[in-house]
């Protein structure tokens, strides 16, 4: 993972040295995400078994771009620059990939916010080539087929499976039969948006989560029926909660599969906490604890609104789908 903070201090000349040099063999996609800015590069190799995409570079912001929504949902202008001043890195980078090799993708809080050609005519200035603004159903078609191309997805061609991605801003649900997705929702919540509505005096309190989750539920709930008489035989998740929840799991060396069992015991664990500044659980990552109470709030009303028995994590998303979208034949790795 590159150092973004050690980047914006260095000299022109050692972020030069620091940043590797790519040619046509490499692609890149940049996911504009209402929490975190993401840019994956990998690198297209031949094998006696055919193309391989294999990842050679990662660089990761918390933008929280969804926070920087006002109540008229107009991105203020501090959040438009720390965007754009993310953006400016993530350039460095992608001077030596060819264009046709990059794709660059904005989702939900840029789908909300009213005044985002602001922010799109200024990052033209910055980057190789336009953003594509994801539709909500654009964004949970490609987080499916991220999910389904992956190299760890052993899903067979007959079975079903549903497929959560909370976001910043929004969240994806969709249900598919091997790589074909059936049917898909983006649902306006989201832990970043969902932090400041319930959780904004910091207070971990149950009657903080209740209004959460009941809020919540009340989204999920008018498409819940379609949903549940679909099925499904695997429900997957590859979102930040869902990751620092298998990581808690883990740091108790327990199996990495979530129920709700387990997510009212951490409910419990974060009440005990009392402020989101005061949050120790073994095994979170300090940088997930932030947007963890209402991430598991929105995972705790899926479950209940959709009867989810087991949710396991994915080992792909809307990246590895961008992926996909370029290189169709490469297997992901």
């Known amino acids: 993972m590159s150092d973004l903070a050690s ?44 193309k391989t995409i294999q990842t050679v570079n990662k660089v990761k912001q918390k933008v929280r771009l969804a926070a920087g929504l006002d109540s008229n949902n107009l991105l203020t202008d501090d959040a ?26 904005a989702t939900a809080a840029l789908r909300i916010a009213t005044n985002n050609q602001l922010f799109f005519d200024a990052a033209a200035k910055i980057l190789p080539k336009p953003i594509k603004l994801l539709s909500g159903e654009q964004e949970a078609e490609t987080i499916y087929a991220g999910v389904a191309h992956t190299a760890k997805c052993n899903l067979q061609a007959a079975q079903k499976q549903l497929v959560i991605d909370i976001g910043g801003a929004s969240t994806e649900v969709i249900v598919g039969v091997g790589c074909s997705a059936k049917k898909v929702v983006s649902l306006n919540i989201g832990c970043v948006s969902f932090i400041g509505q319930f959780f904004s005096n910091n207070t971990l309190s149950q009657e903080n989560f209740n209004s959460c989750i009941s809020a919540a539920e009340a989204i999920i709930t008018p498409i819940k029926d379609e949903f549940i008489q679909l099925g499904w035989q695997y429900a997957v998740s590859s979102s930040g909660t869902m990751q620092a929840c298998v990581e808690i799991l883990q740091a108790r060396q327990q199996n990495p599969v979530v129920t709700l069992d387990f997510l009212l015991e951490i409910k419990a664990a974060l009440i005990q906490c009392k402020t989101i500044n005061n949050i120790k659980i073994e095994g979170l990552r300090d940088d997930r604890a932030a947007v963890l109470a209402s991430g598991l709030s929105i995972l705790i009303a899926l479950f209940t609104c959709l009867n989810i ?6 080992s792909g998303a809307l990246r590895e789908g961008l992926f996909f979208e370029l290189v169709p034949d490469a297997k992901i790795i």
Request: proline share 5%.
């Open 7 to 50: 980047l914006n201090q260095a000299t022109p000349e050692a972020i030069k040295v620091a940043i590797p040099q790519y040619d046509e063999s490499h692609y890149a996609v940049v996911d504009l995400g209402s929490n975190s800015f993401h840019l994956l590069i990998t690198q297209l190799v031949n094998t006696p078994t055919g």
């Open 80 to 105: 438009i620059e720390l965007g754009l001043d993310c953006l400016r890195n993530f350039a460095l980078y992608l001077n030596t990939i060819p264009v046709n090799n990059i794709l660059i993708v």
């Open 309 to 314: 028995k087991e949710l396991c994590l994915s």
